[in-house]
């Protein structure tokens, strides 16, 4: 055995794998993160927004100095055509400090940062290139010409879990399970960002689009206000994407000059240019959980849910850290770490975010298999809109009147019973 | 408000690249058969262009953002078949998103 062997590595700095380490590290446990990129953060991004209830159970009362953005108290769900933006727009009072914008670089940073002040060990700007497995149990990782042993590998390495698959522990990830994002950053002034979203500092807006952002394709688009900067992107669905043959980064770039769009960010100075890939395959397309001397955490695990609503990876990431960390404590304790052993992490996130990726097990193909949803409907709203409150001297109509004359003709009404009983099932 | 081509976007990063290892490699040659050519419209960097004029791939691993996209939309990168890999960039090279 090798001097140098560790209790545990950790294969990726991301929120899995960091919130990983910090309780094992909290836990008086040698523990040690391999991160490829030159810090934590630095191969990372989201949208984005975090469910602050997943920080609160990393380091219960500790996360106060977290670097997050605003506190998101005003949610706008939008449909988008050519030129008309229909919008539900909600402004909360408070939201109880449910959820915060953020950006990765910064609080990935902060989290490794607290991860090592708790004892565990990062080494950052090394990739994995591949696992020590002896007999069937995974006992380290392969860096180079360097091997590291480990009673326990967790992998918490992201969505392209090269590391995993390639062993052969999990099936490669398909195209028809993941949605590509693609993400600008435009610094804005604090103040000019409360005033373009009527809020205040710290408090800010989430939106989420559907429809002529996309083309029409199965995905979105979103605009998140950080304290200075302006999160703004698409997310669509890689294989429906590549089906479309529509070329990805001009629809990204085009998208920002739509009239809803560009009166937020007009004057903003670009950033960043960000693209990552989203695990949305949910509980349909779970891998393996566990395996000798194996865990999977995060992204690679697929804990991602895209429920049209709200999005979230995220915390579940979180979630998914603190549960394989306490089943590697238990393993410790047991000097056990075999898969039977090492099976309560599955029966952990079974209670909550392996529950909540069966509730949303449709969302994914409902999105994907109901073109509707982003090009008939957004163009129906819109018109039904435009005829409300046109005015101009015709004999008035009644509500009813204005809506039947807007979808007579446009689409067989059963489509649309279709597509709500569906939707009310999946979403 | 004003447009930026792919390289107005990608100056705005930060890199350090490793110039003469390319993290992924395509046959550019075996690539002429392909049907589809997702990755010429699906790379949101548009590292993978149609050259028109010698009808060839041309590629460019430098200005990569590492999503993985071409992986997953181009048979050959996902299966690994000959001429075809796809890493990521060893020692902390590549992006590095400072926003992120």
């Known amino acids: ?427 | 408000m004003k447009s930026f081509n792919m390289d107005d976007r990608l100056a705005k990063n930060r890199f350090d690249s490793d110039d003469h290892n390319p993290h992924i490699v395509v046959d550019k040659i075996a690539c002429k058969t392909c049907q589809h050519r997702a990755c010429t419209y699906s790379c949101p960097a548009e590292r993978y262009k149609w050259d028109k004029t010698n009808d060839v791939l041309s590629f460019d691993h430098v200005g990569c953002l590492e999503c993985g996209n071409c992986r997953l939309v181009c048979e050959r990168l996902k299966e690994g078949v000959s001429g075809y890999s796809w890493n990521y960039p060893g020692h902390g090279k590549g992006i590095i998103f400072k926003e992120g």
């Open chain 1, 1 to 427: 055995m090798s001097e140098e062997k560790f209790q545990v590595v950790v294969i990726g700095g991301g929120l899995a794998g960091l919130a990983a380490a910090y309780k094992l590290a909290k836990a008086g446990r040698e523990v040690l993160v391999v991160e490829r990129g030159k810090a934590p953060g630095a191969k990372n991004m989201t949208g984005g927004r975090l469910y602050a209830y997943a920080l609160n159970e990393l380091m219960p009362g500790e996360w106060g100095d977290a670097p997050l953005e605003r506190e998101v108290t005003r949610e706008i769900m939008m449909m988008m055509t050519p030129e008309t933006g229909i919008a539900i727009d909600s402004s909360f009072g408070s939201m109880n400090k449910l959820s915060y914008t953020v950006l990765r670089a910064k609080l990935d940073a902060w989290l490794a940062a607290k991860a090592e002040e708790a004892g565990a060990m990062l080494v950052p700007a090394s990739t994995v290139d591949g696992l020590i497995i002896r007999d069937g149990k995974v006992c380290g990782v392969k860096i180079g010409d360097e091997e590291l042993e480990a009673d326990l590998v967790i992998s918490a390495e992201g969505v392209n879990a090269l590391v995993a698959e390639r062993a052969g522990l999990i099936k490669p990830v398909d195209v028809t399970n993941v949605a590509v994002g693609v993400k600008h950053v435009y610094k804005l002034s604090e103040a000019l960002i409360n005033e373009r979203f009527n809020t205040v500092s710290g408090k800010g807006a989430a939106m989420l689009c559907v429809g002529e952002c996309t083309k029409g394709v199965s995905g979105g688009a979103f605009l998140y206000t950080n304290k200075d900067s302006l999160s703004l992107g698409l997310v669509v669905d890689s294989e429906s994407w590549k089906k479309s043959k529509l070329p990805l980064a001009d629809i990204a770039e085009e998208f920002k000059q739509h009239p809803a769009i560009i009166r937020y960010i007009e004057g903003g100075e670009l950033m960043e240019y960000s693209a990552h890939l989203i695990p949305e395959g949910g509980i349909k397309a779970l891998p393996e959980l566990y395996r000798d001397g194996f865990l999977l955490a995060g992204d690679a695990a697929g804990l991602v849910v895209n429920s049209g609503f709200t999005v979230r990876g995220m915390d579940y990431a979180i979630l998914s850290g603190i549960a394989a960390a306490e089943t590697a404590n238990e393993a410790i304790e047991a000097g056990n770490y075999s898969a039977a052993t090492l099976k309560s992490y599955e029966t952990k996130l079974r209670q909550r975010v392996l529950q909540d990726l069966q509730t949303f097990k449709s969302a994914h193909d409902y999105m994907v298999h109901t073109p509707h949803v982003f090009t008939t409907y957004p163009r129906l709203a819109a018109e039904l809109m435009q005829n409300i409150y046109r005015v101009e001297g015709a004999p008035a109509k009644r509500i009813t009147g204005i809506a039947a004359q807007t979808i007579k003709g446009k689409m067989p009404y059963f489509d649309v019973f279709k597509d709500m009983i569906k939707g009310a099932g999946s979403l």
